[in-house]
Each structure stands twice: as C-alpha cells, then as structure tokens.
C-alpha cells in the first residue's frame, strides 16, 4: 500500500470531490449543527479542514524552499481561526473549502522530485514531507465522516481503510496502553498484530469497520471477536 504522494492525488482527488459534494447539499441549519466532534458543529469541521489544507500548504513551501515555515504559525492562532470562520454560512464554507483545496493542489504541483525528501515541522513534531498528501487525504476522509451527514466509514474506499488500519496499528506497537490483539481483514490472507499474540483475541471484519473502530469513528458493530467476548477498548486515536 504505497504513500507516494504523487500516486495518491487521484485518491485525493476523489476524496474532495465527495466532501465537496456532501457540502454543496447543508443548509445554514446543518452547518450550525453540532458534529459528532465534542464542541463542535458541523461549521467547526468545515472551517478545520480549509484550514488544515493551508496549513499543509505550509509544510510543501518549506519543503520547497528550505525555509522553516511551521504548519500553523501557533496552537492559538489555528484554533482562533477555526473559531471565526465556525460562524459562517454554507456558501462561505463551501467556497473556502474549495480554494484550500485548489491551493493545495497548486502546492503540489510546484514540488520538484527532491523536496518530497524534505523534513517539515508538523503540529505534532517533524514530519516526512513525503507524506503531506497522505496527511490530506486522512484529514479530508475522517473528517468527511465526522460532519455527521450522510458519509460514513464504510463508504470509505478500500484502499484507504486499510491505509489507515496500519498506520493506526503501527502507532499502537508504541503504546503500552494498548491492548494486545490479532485484527484478521475479512478476505486478506495476513494479520495485523498489536501486542503479544499469545491469548490476544482475534478481531475480523472488513478493514473500513476495522479502522472506523480504532480511531474512534465507529463502534465495531460489523465485527467479531475470536473467542468470543467483548472488543478491547483501544487509546484514544488523536
């Protein structure tokens, strides 16, 4: 499952082309609604991922220009900003969604080959920018479901899911709070293992449910649990 950058802008493309569509159909109710996301309404999340597709613009112009452009210039300053444009109307919110994403992809476009191989300085720490478009399109595909409006993980495409379901995983091998487990794919011929296997229960299904239940979108419904029990309860996914 590659992270190429350049392979994944279809993918991405794609993505956008369903958000922007679900978007294109709120109302000034819906917008001002609250959104799965404690604290916020559906505006929150809208005005979060224009803002995100900026900040990311940030990171490929660093990553271009060897210049130490952070990807927000502070906490304070990314959350004010989604602060004020929470309070704004559909076609506001829709038309600041689709120039991020163009500007984005403007951004993209001007990387030459060796800047993919570039360090960037992310929210969280440095970051390969080799996987800014993989960044993007994991924002624009959770958060498509966190509006609450119609989009849900097992909309997901596949290939994504299963992106997800590793990178998720592979946070987990770090993490001494999780719980050991063997997660099977329905139809896939390899496990993904968190922890020590022996006595871990094995937990099958198809890997949208998979990922959806491990970064908090989704209860696990679709899943089973081999033996049979209740599903371990998994950090929280930030």
Known sequence: MTTDPLLLTGELAAANDRLLRTV???TAADVAAPSPLPGWT???????LARNAD???NLLTAARTGEPIPMYASVEARNADIETGAG???ADLLDDLRRSAQRFDVAVAEMPAEAWGATVQAR???WPAALVVWGRLREVEVHH???GAGYRPADWPEAFALRLLHEVTAGLAGDPGAPAMVLRV???AHEITVGDPEGA???TGPAPELAAWLTGRGTGELLTVDPDGPLPTPPEWI
Request: proline letters at 11%; a positive charge.
């Open 88 to 90: 704004r109307g559909p």
């Open 42 to 48: 559906r505006a929150h999340v809208l005005t979060h």
């Open 124 to 126: 969280r720490g440095p």
């Open 201 to 203: 229960p094995t937990i």
């Open 55 to 57: 900040g990311f613009v």
């Open 145 to 147: 479901v966190d509006l």
């Open 186 to 188: 329905d139809g896939a």
């Open 24 to 26: 294109a159909g709120l």
